[in-house]
């Protein structure tokens, strides 16, 4: 048993209230997501995370992975953990049910995907990159291909992995080097690729890699890619797990977090490969499922800031330092309100980061089920301007407000022992992985709002402002909600003005802003939910809901986040109306000083 209670309450809230379960348990496919459904998978998914999985998280960073004769092993109770996650049928809950996937909206998964990365973030990578992998298969293999590995992958018998990144192909796929060359039916892949996120592990019986690479006569840049599917063993015609391909594991990564994901460097040499979808068309497969990837590592930064948030409010209730303001006795240092600001801060954020995630889910549910084209295209609008904000925004918010988990924590933060230097070590990663956060920012600003002219930004803007309308008509309670919101749409429509003039004039100018862009759009987005959290929440206390209190300290949340995170937009918003020129007229020799 560990420590971490899942927060099903405020999940159950956002599902129902902030995502509309109900509109989307009425598009095709998803009829069974009722919500005593959805409430029996939270529960039972909770137990799981709480009581199997997140006992694991301390010894996958102690022990961490290692490499033996080739092999990589990891500790032995991410192998338990793994076990009863597949017998529960937790890895199929939103995949084809044609596959033998239970077919749940997106956003039900995302719900259940926060709980697992939250339980143990280095354990989850394993199953969410197998999800990648799926998806890849699902939309671009042939019908061959998704019949000897979709039905294994979905069950979780065996594991996904993605290769991308070599030494020289980071963010820039375009000159990725490995070759793969046509033999027979089948292609030889060769090359090196590295970082390689739960490349190998002894926890299944085969692991299927997705690899980008290109043909002998494929032409230089993106458009030469391809995507290959190599396992790690051949897959004989009954499905049963022959021989070793040619891929070797070179080495496992030291780094700073997420100890328990083996980060691999693998060796592919002429190693038996199957074309997925059409040559040349390799970052285009990619691609398809970037939007769910990129949601899932935003998730990661709801995950892990609300661990810390758990740890550092038990730590604050515990630990007895100094006199509450006006009186004499000590007292637990949750009754300074700095540490107040500290938890509130880590709570209200984590809330909208959350509200964020789960409403971009919906929005894809929608996007790839509703009947209407209309309705589709409009949905498919709104994913695409929310994914770089969940993964951009919620990741590097996640480094604020799990250091602020030290914080609280004051000298015990920064010594092991009370696990809150994990959770700052683990985020760390979150903005680098899946396009840094300056490809996030950089995809915000120029495919997101430049290209359509800032339509799909504004038409978002307006909806802020009519929540904002109605939350001066809701009464005094809203009244810091209404105008903190109103105030910060206003910087980012004088923003997005500032973008719209600029852009052209400097090819500098989107890249310099694009950073601060990102922070702004992502701080209002979320306090618009807020928002939206604290109408519904007055309505429900003014209709004598049951769980009064929830929604009161909802209201609370929703207050805070007006009165100082959206306090912040008006710096990003000044910084934006600077430009480049500052930042790109220091020369090299400045920069080293000389
Ligand atoms: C633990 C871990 C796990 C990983 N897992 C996987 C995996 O499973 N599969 C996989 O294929 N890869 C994986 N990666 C690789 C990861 O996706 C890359 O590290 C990431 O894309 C950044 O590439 P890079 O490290 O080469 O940094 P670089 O591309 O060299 O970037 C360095 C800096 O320059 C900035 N920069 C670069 N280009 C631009 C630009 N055009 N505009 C603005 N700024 C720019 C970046 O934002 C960054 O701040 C993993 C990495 C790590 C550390």
Known sequence: MSDYRPPVKDMQFVI????????????????????DLIEAVLEEAGALCAEVIAPTNVVGDEQGTRVEDGQVRVPAEFHAAYQQYVEGGWPS???????????L??????????MLQTANLAWSLCPMLTQGAIHCIEAHGSDELKQIYLEKMISGAWTGTMNLTEPQAGSDLSVVRSQAVPDGGVYRVSGQKIFITWGDHDITENIVHLVLARTPDAPAGVKGLSLFLVPKYLVSGDGS????????????????????????VLDFQNAEGYLVGELGKGLACMFTMMNSARLGVGLEGVSISERAYQLALGWALDRVQGRAPGGKESVA??????????????????EAM??????????LDHATHASDAEARAFHQARVDLLIPLVKGWITENAQVLTSLGVQVHGGMGYVEETGAAQYMRDARILTI?????????????????????????TTMLDEMDATAAACKAAGDELTTVCESLTAAVSSAREALAWLLANAKADPANAGAVSYHFLMLLGLVAGGWQMARAALIATEKLAAGAADNDF???????????????????SGHAGTISSGSATMMSITVDQLRGD
């Open 93 to 103: 809950i939103v995949n084809n049910p044609d596959f033998g996937g239970q077919g």
């Open 241 to 264: 797990v022959g021989e070793q391909n040619s891929v070797t594991t070179v080495s496992v990564e030291h780094k700073l977090g997420i100890h328990g994901s083996p980060t691999c």
């Open 433 to 457: 992985y899946e396009g840094t956060t300056g490809i996030q920012a950089g995809d915000l600003v120029g495919r997101k709002i430049l290209r359509d002219g800032g339509a799909a930004l």
């Open 551 to 569: 929604y009161a300290a909802k209201i609370l949340s929703a207050r805070f986040y007006a009165e100082q995170s959206l306090a912040r937009v």
């Open 354 to 363: 959350r509200a964020l995630a789960y409403v971009a889910a919906g929005h």
């Open 16 to 35: 129902n209230e902030l995502a509309g379960l109900a509109d989307i348990a009425a598009l095709p496919g998803y009829e069974e997501a009722t919500p």
């Open 105 to 114: 909206p997106k956003l039900v998964g995302a719900a259940v995907e926060e």
């Open 333 to 350: 240092i949750v009754e300074h309100p700095d540490v107040r600001r500290m938890l509130l801060t880590m709570k209200a954020e984590t």
